[in-house]
């Protein structure tokens, strides 16, 4: 087995694609008033929201353990409604040599598909893929669909 992956998944919305964008795009601080329990604090270290080149600090919960990752905005693509980020300090890279995280919202009629992408190198091959990591992420959109539909 290679230490290079990709892991992607996709999940079915109600949100509008460019409401679900815009909360990734430039306010990924609310994500942790939508869904606290899982994204704890969303800080920005370096730049501006909504801009490539920032650095965010996440704190987040996955299986009932507290992690931390700092990633750099690489990529804002507001035509194909997609965020780059790549993890450049915390948890992650203590299994995983590079780690990247690319979510895209795509409208599809009246529905948005969410498509999550994980691009990572392993440490070593004794490392299992980021499914768990996978898994958080989608639940996470499903949070923040259900609060940007009440809204």
């Not at 650095?55 to 507001?78: L, T």
């Not at 450049?88 to 009629?109: C, H, M, N, T, W």
Request: net charge negative; hydrophobic share 40%.
């Amino acid at each position: 087995m290679g230490l290079v992956g990709k892991l992607q998944a996709e999940t079915l919305i109600a949100a509008p694609a460019h409401k679900f964008h815009e909360v990734f795009w430039c306010r990924p601080h609310h994500i942790a008033n939508v869904c606290p329990e899982k994204i704890q604090t969303v800080h920005l270290h370096e730049g501006d929201w909504g801009s490539a080149g920032s650095v965010i600090e996440w704190s987040y919960v996955v299986d009932g353990n507290n992690h931390v990752a700092k990633e750099i905005v690489e990529a804002i693509d507001e035509e194909n409604k997609s965020v780059t980020f790549k993890v450049i300090e915390g948890d992650l890279l203590k299994e995983y040599k590079s780690f990247r995280i690319v979510v895209q919202a795509i409208p599809k009629g009246e529905d948005t598909w969410v498509h999550w992408t994980l691009e990572y190198e392993k440490l070593n091959k004794d490392i299992p893929p980021p499914i768990k990591i996978l898994g958080f992420v989608v639940h996470v959109s499903e949070d923040l669909d259900d609060h940007l539909v009440q809204a």
